[in-house]
């Protein structure tokens, strides 16, 4: 569904990745770890456009969809949740996702409050007023109206309370059980490794693992060089 | 009494076509971060517009429908193949470029029009007075008064309960999340452009049988529109409404009180907001 190939990405001068290449298929769970400042951000916001590629390409669809505009990729059907969830803290909820809801969309926002009943409840309530858990939760759920074929997730368990975590591992579970395919970023492992059918490591802006739920499981010597704190 | 009764009258009248004026400038500004200096040639436009209509077809109904319509166009085709090339350069360039074309519009308004103004008469049924016991108010006044509520009601509930409102504020907050939902943001500027170039052609129109229309109008709504986005606070409607009329009140009842002195007052109003109030009276931080 998803083919990244030798993507190159520069901040300015700073050459942010070198080459990455990943793929994601049609109702799969990816992860994306590795230490701060590996890239992973990058990879999301080269792909969705944010950033521009100068090199490699992005193939969405069977469709090259690099170098198109960022409202033309999302309305292609990818959907990010960037990281601190960009929510608009003026907008209601409602409104929040009443912007993001598309004509013929398979989640309308109706079922959205009925998948997740605590945003029916503050469905007035602005969006700077909602709690960590519930803005992440009004995040995915305003991505899932625009209708995604693929949801990107940029550190979705970021400062949340570890009953909020297990929620939200069950929600993207239910996404994939609808058929939507997952890019996961996320700091942390167990979450990964509960959720992800593969997983990709980068460092220093290259994919340097690539492996199975069951291969990542048993690759301890991996875990430990890419994604354990470095002691000084 | 009366007087300054009067005056506070006068100044709300001037001050909603202040608002009017003020409001697209701090909306374009609020979501598309553009300095547009070209901001005043719309009034000018608005009040030419009313001056050639109704000057044509004897008609202010006409003029007060069609003039604003036409600057909206014409905001809408200048933003679409002109200004939007401008949104990646640092503002000094925005301000040259948007001067640059503010003259431009002003000189052409003095070889269609020639430099001296050109008086418009109010409709037929609002000239004269009204007699309220022993207070008598000229009724184009109380009619701009009253329809500029009208407008900015409906003004408001365009930004607070429709779709493209919406939009438009979240746009104010971060618009590379509005293109991740999929909404092309340029299509937004533009219609936002053309909304604040038709509401201050409006401001002309409605302005014209008041003052006239003359070409060198643009330069000084501009500056004041700048002083009620600082009183008001920048990219607020709420800020302009309460700053255009804060500054039309603050103008009209200091010029009974020092009328030499009465523009010099608007900017010590304005001073004393940003002592006390840097981000305007309505503005976020």
Redesign the interface.
């Known amino acids: 569904m998803l083919t990244v190939d030798s993507l190159h990405s520069f901040y300015g001068k700073s050459h942010i990745l070198h080459g990455v290449a990943l793929e994601v298929a049609k109702g799969e769970i990816v992860s994306l770890l590795g230490r701060n400042g590996a890239g992973k951000t990058t990879t999301l916001k080269s792909i969705v456009g944010i950033v521009s590629p100068r090199e490699g390409r992005v193939i969405f669809d069977g469709q090259a969809i690099d170098g198109l505009p960022v409202h033309e990729i999302a309305g292609r059907g990818i959907a990010l949740v960037p990281e601190h969830r960009g929510i608009f803290g003026t907008l209601s909820v409602e409104e929040n996702l009443a912007i993001a809801c598309r004509k013929g969309s398979l989640w309308s926002i109706d079922a959205i409050y009925e998948f997740f009943p605590r945003l029916g409840e503050r469905r007035h309530s602005r969006g700077a007023n909602l709690s960590g858990g519930e803005q992440q939760m009004l995040a995915i759920a305003r991505a899932l109206v625009n209708n995604p074929k693929m949801l990107l997730l940029d550190e979705p368990t970021e400062g949340l309370a570890p009953v909020i975590v297990d929620e939200l591992i069950a929600v993207i579970r239910s996404i994939k059980a609808a058929g939507i395919a997952v890019l996961l970023v996320e700091q942390s492992l167990r979450v990964c490794m509960e959720l992800a059918d593969r997983h990709y490591i980068l460092e220093y802006g290259r994919i340097v693992y690539s492996g199975s739920r069951e291969q990542f499981q048993h690759a301890e010597a991996e875990r430990d060089r890419y994604l354990t704190l470095r002691s000084a | 009494m009366n007087l300054y009764l009067i005056q506070v009258f006068n100044g709300l009248g001037i001050g909603m076509i202040y608002f009017l004026i003020a409001v697209g400038l701090t909306i374009i500004f609020g979501i598309m971060n553009f300095v547009n200096f070209a901001h005043g040639a719309f009034y000018l436009l608005g009040a030419y517009a009313c001056y050639a209509i109704a000057d044509l077809t004897g008609n202010f109904w006409l003029a007060l429908v069609l003039g604003p319509v036409a600057v909206g166009i014409g905001g809408w085709l200048g933003e679409r193949y002109f200004l939007s090339r401008l949104y990646r350069v640092p503002h000094m360039y925005q301000i040259l470029v948007t001067l640059g074309l503010a003259l431009v519009i002003q000189e052409m308004a003095v070889l269609i029009w020639g430099p001296i103004g050109k008086p418009i008469a109010p409709p037929e049924v609002f000239r004269g007075v009204m007699i309220f016991g022993n207070f008598a108010y000229p009724k184009y006044r109380l009619f701009l008064i009253g329809f500029t509520a009208i407008l900015a009601l409906a003004l408001w509930l365009l930004l607070e309960r429709t ?1 493209y409102g ?2 438009l ?2 746009g ?3 618009t ?10 340029f299509r937004v500027y533009s219609m936002t452009f053309a909304l604040g170039a038709f509401l201050a052609g409006l401001a002309g129109v409605l302005a014209a049988p008041i003052r006239g229309a003359e070409p060198f109008m643009g330069p000084d709504a501009l500056v004041i529109a700048f002083v009620v986005v600082v009183v008001g606070g920048l990219g607020s409607f709420a800020g302009a409404l309460v700053g255009g009329i804060v500054v039309g009140i603050v103008q009209s009842v200091m010029s009974s009180f020092w009328s030499e002195g009465a523009n010099i007052m608007i900017y010590v109003a304005m001073a004393l907001v940003i002592l006390l109030r840097p981000h305007g009276l309505l503005g976020r931080a």
């Open positions: 779709r919406a939009v504020r979240a104010t907050e971060s590379e999340m509005v293109s991740l939902l999929g909404i092309n943001i």
